[in-house]
């Protein structure tokens, strides 16, 4: 399917992969996800790469809406003997850092991560961009409008797909002129997005393959499913196991997850559909 430098070491996805979550903050929308010191970061690592994870994404700020913001400062205290810790007890591991501060991924990625995750695209850090194309590693840049604080107010759209892609293209270029070679597109569910238009962007996510780019899905527990089910999020994995399958099946090559032996099982129950006439992906 494509092919990510990390760094020197690639990352080869011939089929699609998951991405497991782990939040070093105190305020995540889901608990599950959330791990402090690095016993703890190092024990849930361990698990998701037995359990299949092909990446392993650290967070140290919660960007659920309403979120109070955290500075870098706060951020890099979070994270401090976290990455360095993880990458050196798993070196063949592949993590990523989930950040919008250009300094923190720039230590996080001296520290051993190879990948940066960037919610805002480099709309919250001007010098994220020029950074990432500096040190070579894939860049994801996701779609939001405004903050994780200001999200909420802004998701008026005559169509949010065409809004969502008509982006990218723009900001696919920004990052190609800037010289980062492995961008990773992220439609950014539930950022800037209504229920209805959560659901909307899933139905038409087949037309992110004209941008070209590796498409990452995070659909994850989040508030689309457990409040359209009635439930909560502690009770939102079979929903986001449904919606992850139908991501899969529309052309997503990476899956975002907390739960990562489940997505690693949609993977594998979509890889044997092609032989009976049924395109998966």
Known sequence: MFTLNCRGKLLVAKRPLVMGIIN???????????????????QQTERMLNEGADIIDIG??????????????????????????VTDKFPDAFFSIDTFYSKV??????????????????????KMIPLAAKLGV???CMHMRGTPQTMQYLNQYDDVAK???DYFIEK???????????????????FSK???????????????????????????????????????ADEALNGTTVLNTVALM???????????????????????????GVSAF
């Open 105 to 126: 991924a720039d230590i996080c990625v001296a520290a051993g991560a190879s990948i940066i995750n960037d919610i805002s695209a480099g709309q919250m850090d001007g």
């Open 250 to 276: 529309k052309g997503a090559g990476i899956l975002r997850v907390h739960d990562v032996k489940e997505a690693k099982e949609c993977v594998a129950l979509l890889d044997h559909l092609p032989a009976f």
């Open 138 to 140: 894939p860049y994801v």
């Open 172 to 190: 696919i270029d920004e990052c190609k002129k800037a010289g980062i070679n492995d961008i990773i597109v992220d439609p950014g569910f539930g």
């Open 60 to 85: 140290a700020q919660s960007t659920r809406p309403n979120a109070q913001l955290v500075s870098m400062e706060e951020e890099l205290s979070r994270l401090a003997g976290i990455v360095d810790v």
């Open 24 to 42: 070093v903050t105190p305020d995540s929308f889901y608990d599950g996800s959330r791990r402090n010191g690095a016993d703890a970061v190092l």
């Open 163 to 165: 809004s969502v892609i």
């Open 194 to 232: 209504d229920i209805r238009q959560n659901f909307e962007l899933l139905g038409k996510l087949q037309l992110f393959s004209m941008l070209g780019r590796p498409l990452m899905v995070g659909l994850s527990r989040k508030s689309s499913i457990y409040k359209t089910l009635g439930v909560t």
